[in-house]
Nanobody, 115 residues
């Protein structure tokens, strides 16, 4: 079965950095579009960043200039480099990946930005 596993979350002070990773397993070919969502307490889940198989990217306005999404197609892994973190970035971050017409989700990793 296809499985997505996130890692890299944790506690960081405002202005700090974290790098999230999401590795897809259970398939021999590569994913299509991959991305990151997040859900903060009391808020709905929102799309943070997406990247196509060819490397085209898009970001939610609130993270532009601070976050960078990238991927390694050979490893079927997507990354989210998060710099200049703010308390409002605190959320559970979920990895998402598409293959053909199917959507896959990871279990989520907690990111907490606090002083």
């Amino acid at each position: 079965q296809v499985r997505l596993v996130e890692s890299g979350g944790g506690l960081v002070q405002p202005g700090g950095s974290l790098r999230l990773s999401c590795a897809a397993s259970g398939i021999i070919d590569s994913m299509d579009t991959m991305g990151w969502y997040r859900q903060a307490p009391g808020k709905q889940r929102e799309l943070v960043a997406v990247i196509t198989r060819g490397g085209s990217t898009n970001y939610v306005n609130s993270v532009k200039g601070r976050f960078t999404i990238s991927r390694d197609n050979d490893k079927n892994t997507v990354y989210l480099q998060m710099n200049s973190l703010k308390p409002e970035d605190t959320a559970v971050y979920y990895c998402n990946a598409d293959r053909l017409l199917y959507h896959y989700w990871g279990q989520g990793t907690q990111v907490t930005v606090s002083s």
